[in-house]
């Protein structure tokens, strides 16, 4: 059975269209991920889909429930962990948790063993203010806060935005857990990295899906050739790889660019020779697979919009 | 109801965790009170009046000694030529000067008339106004007093012998009271409320708690109660205060008092809650509660100036804040003494102003984020 279904959805604020004809479906235990930018429309989407805002088109259902008419059954079975840390920051962390566990009408009790393994790493903090504890700290409390009345839907907005890299392989993994447990888990992230952990990815540019598929299968399907570049001068080295005949796309990644070429007119060879004429020193090219944020820029540039 | 309740303990939480607030909150009442009580006055109070006597004869010693007898005026300088006055206008060591005219005597009792001169400050008109019609009081009575000795016929002259009911000694307490049971009520439940409704939209908490199944009357009333519990405690010592260290006697009904403050501290909160169904910010509810609220009853209620003596305009404007007839039924019960079927009028507009105000707000509350 399929949880969430989205038919064309359009929404726009003023003069900006926020979403544009989205659709989408997740099955029941899926880990579903929408990966974009800042602004791409994610959290537009989230509070669509959590009936806090109105689509201007289109219609869209969480367990058969309409998130317009049905509104009120919606948020008795949804669990929802907006962008920013929504907690009471003067209230205690147990304070937190018995207050959203009271008005979802149950106990911590009842619903210990589903939070049980995220809510006892921060249970030795439990007399301390949310205010107080660290990102990671307080991810894993907002999620315990929005999975305490077992939530048949998750929806996570950017949970691991600002949370350190350690806790946010905890937090995947924790994610990974719930799911075992049957809950369909929506989530929203703009790191690339973290796509690979879903079991399907939305690629979201503009208020507009590019791709929905398995993270795997969108790198299977990666149509061009990659090569890492590396040389001493690296700045040079991003304008005159964009120079070369034959080079069709090229973007710095961290200590690397990452450069889609034309195999028939360029050859590994041909590269490091043209870039020695242009005064580079220490030249290492590599071919490599593509990583989602290939795809993405790939994607995202043969639509023209970057 | 289970619900509920943990909403008003996280609500007393916040509250109460956040001390430097809860200081002011419980403060302020007092401080303001005793303020306007002592500093700011407009009581009539050791006023010093200087003589300047061109006549120096036996009923201008009577008229001065009268006014030296009065506990409220004193005589602080004699002073002997015309110049001087300004002098000791200027050297703060007068209020009032008041002049004889050459041959008092003798002219009051030849031609029946002779004058006296009143000169006062003007910089503070109101206080002047009322040294003026002070000292006049006491001319005049020493005129009666004349006139009774006198055994001559014929000589009729009507004193007009102003009262000062309720407030003999025209104290400004008596005024401000009332006024700083609106403010105060006014700033705790309008304002506060509405900033701590507000801030949940700002810190992002109301999108969880309207993804969630409470109602929205829970979280509204929830937000009421704590605020409503610390305007019970400072009514009692707002009340406490001004009985046993302002001396402004509760003549009426205590009951009927506090039936009518509670049902104006209500009304407060609901406006608080209209006022949170329209702002987004923190900052723009403190504006619209101050701005809208605070000000037009520092001014418009009556509390620092007569409403009969505002523009007709700004008399019907003052008609739609609930402070101006809580102001005058708490007048009316407190120093008048009246019962509470007195001010039934009065009691009816609050009521049907809280009954529309919590309808509204209910209506406007948003059960989205747009």
């Known amino acids: 059975m399929q949880t969430i279904v989205v038919k064309n959805i359009n929404k726009s604020y003023e003069e900006a269209k926020a979403l544009n004809n989205i659709s989408f479906s997740v099955e029941k235990g899926e880990l579903f991920g929408i990966i974009g930018p800042d602004g791409a429309g994610k959290t537009t989407l989230f509070r669509i889909l959590t009936t806090l805002i109105l689509p201007d088109t289109g219609t869209a259902t969480i367990e058969g429930l309409d998130v317009v008419k049905d509104y009120k059954k919606i948020r008795t079975q949804v669990g929802y962990m907006p962008g920013k840390f929504s907690l009471y920051q003067d209230l205690t962390v147990e304070e937190n948790l018995q207050f959203f566990a009271t008005v979802f009408h149950t106990t911590i009790k009842n619903n210990y063993n589903l939070i049980k393994d995220i809510y006892s790493q921060i249970e030795p903090f439990k007399t301390r203010k949310a205010g107080k504890l660290s990102g990671g700290m307080k991810q894993k409390l907002a999620l315990s806060c929005a999975l305490i009345h077992k939530p048949k839907v998750l929806f996570l907005d950017e949970p691991t935005t600002g949370v350190d890299p350690v806790s946010r392989k905890e937090f995947w993994e924790m994610l990974r857990n719930l799911r075992k447990q049957g809950i369909t888990i929506l989530v929203s992230t703009p790191y690339m990295d973290e796509a690979t952990l879903c079991d399907r990815i939305a690629l979201i540019q503009n208020g507009e899906f590019m791709k929905i598929e398995p993270p795997q299968n969108i790198i299977n399907n990666f149509p061009e050739t990659l090569w890492a570049v590396k040389a001493e001068h690296m700045s040079a080295l991003l304008s005159d790889l964009r120079n070369c005949i034959g080079v069709k796309s090229c973007f710095a990644f961290g200590e690397v660019h990452h450069i889609t070429v034309d195999t028939e007119i360029l050859s590994l060879e041909s590269l490091i020779t043209f870039l020695q004429k242009k005064g580079h020193t220490g030249i290492h090219v590599n071919p490599i697979n593509p990583t989602i944020e290939d795809c993405y820029m790939q994607l995202s540039s043969s639509k023209g919009n970057l | ?370």
């Not at chain 2, 009046?49 to 006549?55: A, G, K, N, Q, T």
């Not at chain 2, 036996?58 to 000694?65: A, K, L, S, V």
């Not at chain 2, 503070?124 to 009081?137: F, G, H, K, Q």
């Open chain 2, 1 to 370: 109801m289970k619900q509920f309740l943990a909403f008003v303990i996280k609500e007393f939480h916040h509250i109460l965790r956040d001390r430097r607030t809860i200081l002011i909150l419980l403060i302020m009442p007092i401080i303001q009170i005793i303020l306007f009580g002592f500093a700011v006055t407009t009581e009539v109070k050791n006023v010093r009046v200087s003589i300047l006597d061109h006549s120096k004869d036996d009923i201008t010693q009577n008229i001065i000694q009268q006014i030296n007898a009065n506990e409220y005026l004193s005589i602080s300088e004699n002073i002997y030529t015309t110049d001087e006055i300004d002098e000791i206008f200027r050297k703060n060591k007068t209020d009032l000067v008041l002049v004889f005219s050459d041959h008092f005597d003798n002219d009051l009792r030849h031609s029946g008339q002779a004058s006296v001169q009143i000169i006062a400050d003007g910089t503070d008109p109101n206080m002047a106004t009322m040294y003026v019609t002070y000292l006049t009081n006491i001319l005049l009575s020493a005129q009666q007093s004349l006139n009774s000795g006198e055994t001559l016929s014929g000589k009729f002259s009507i004193q007009p012998v102003v009262k000062l009911l309720y407030n003999p000694r025209m104290k400004g307490a008596y005024n401000f009271v009332p006024g700083v049971m609106g403010l105060i009520f006014t700033l705790i439940c309008a304002m506060m409320t509405s900033i701590s409704i507000v801030r949940e939209k700002e810190t992002g908490t109301m999108e969880i708690l309207l993804v969630s199944p409470v109602k929205p009357i829970f979280i509204i009333f929830a937000k009421m109660i704590p605020y409503f519990a610390l305007s019970c405690i400072n009514l009692t010592s707002i009340l406490l205060l001004s009985v046993y260290v302002l001396d402004v006697p509760i003549t009426g009904n205590v009951f009927s008092l506090i039936f009518i403050s509670l049902l104006f501290i209500i009304v407060s909160l609901s406006l608080g809650l209209l006022i949170s169904t329209v702002t987004q910010t923190q900052v723009a509810a403190m504006l619209v509660s101050g701005m809208v609220l605070i000000m037009p009853i520092m001014v418009l209620s009556g509390m620092m100036f007569p409403i009969e003596s505002m523009p007709h305009i700004l008399q019907t404007i003052s008609c739609i804040l609930p402070a101006r007839w809580y102001i005058i039924s708490i007048k009316k019960i407190m120093i008048e003494g009246l019962s509470i079927f007195m001010v039934w009028k009065e009691v009816c507009i609050l009521f049907s102003m809280g009954i529309f105000l919590i309808i509204i707000s209910l209506k406007k509350f948003n059960n989205r984020l747009e």
